[in-house]
């Protein structure tokens, strides 16, 4: 009965302390991040944007600058963690490119990796691009 009782509680505790680092992950990405740079295949010239993380949802808005024009992208929806993967949701995307606007609802699951370092959000997306933010203060 003892072993029982102490096997349950053993993996309440492992339980109650995996869900504690889930949550911890989750609220360290919470807030405002600038982004500092763009790079890889998806990408056009130099970046600039901003993500924001609050209660389960996101908002990407950025522009590039490709040979003279400006490019422009906001993404927004709800957002999953699990250990280093982040899914965005996407309910709704926005485009400029190449001066020709395009707004709709484009539903899609974008599975990403992250890396959290001090105040550096690294992001990378499966087709090698990455999108690497600085906590906004």
Not at 8 to 26: D, N, P, T
Not at 102 to 114: H, M, Y
Request: charged share 20%.
């Amino acid at each position: 009965m003892a072993f029982r009782l102490t096997r349950h509680c053993v993996l309440l505790v492992m339980l109650l302390v995996s869900m504690a680092g889930a949550s911890a992950r989750a609220d360290s990405l919470s807030g405002a991040w600038t982004m500092t740079k763009y790079e890889g295949p998806a990408t056009h010239g130099s970046a600039s944007g901003l993500l924001l993380f609050t209660d389960g949802h996101f908002s990407l808005t950025y522009t590039m600058d490709e040979g003279g024009q400006r490019w422009g992208r906001a993404h927004a929806g709800t957002y999953d963690i699990s250990r280093n993967k982040l899914t965005y949701h996407v309910g709704w995307s926005m485009e400029y490119v190449s001066g020709k606007p395009s707004v709709g609802a484009k539903p899609a699951d974008r599975e990403t990796t992250f890396t959290l370092a001090g105040d550096t959000l690294t992001v990378t997306f499966s087709n090698g691009s990455v999108q690497t933010f600085k906590r906004a203060k």
